[in-house]
């Protein structure tokens, strides 16, 4: 498959269930999020997101507006953004990285009230940071253990 010209995100829907069933993921990358078929069951305030690559499913994460956002900043307006994964076969096209840089004006037309994105990136996740660095997150000094070590938390204000 060529590269793609045309990076959207979308709230999944079901036409998407069965792409993103079918993603693969390395074990060195599963250690670090989740596979998009282990998101399934949100609840309520978890927005799951699609990236798209010419309307093909090729990026999933979440975008949380739950109490748990609390857990990494004080900000009311904040949401929280976990389990980014691209499947494996579409890896080092750049889809990540385009996949993010449509964050802002994504949540700018969806959540207009958001105002700061945090993550929590693990420290020896070294690819994840230097994308986020990429795209305009900073890290913001603080630290949380995760389930498999220290986590970087990293933000970035729209």
Not at 111 to 128: G, Q
Request: aromatic share 8%; net charge neutral.
């Amino acid at each position: 498959m060529q590269k793609a010209e045309h990076i959207q995100l979308d709230f999944r829907s079901a036409e998407h269930l069965p792409i993103l069933a079918e993603f693969e993921l390395p074990d060195d990358q599963v250690q670090f999020t989740a596979h998009p078929k282990e998101a399934l069951n949100v609840v309520e305030g978890q927005h799951p997101i699609v990236i798209l690559a010419d309307g093909h499913p090729v990026g999933f994460f979440i975008l949380h507006a739950t109490e748990r956002v609390k857990e990494y900043t004080s900000n009311p307006h904040a949401m929280l953004l976990t389990t980014l994964s691209i499947d494996h076969r579409q890896q080092r096209k750049g889809y990540a990285r385009r996949g993010m840089l449509a964050l802002s004006s994504f949540i700018r037309s969806q959540f207009p009230t958001c105002s700061e994105v945090v993550l929590a990136v693990n420290h020896k996740n070294v690819p994840a940071q230097q994308l986020y660095e990429r795209v305009g997150f900073q890290d913001t000094g603080r630290r949380r253990m995760g389930p498999i070590g220290e986590q970087w938390v990293m933000n970035i204000t729209l």
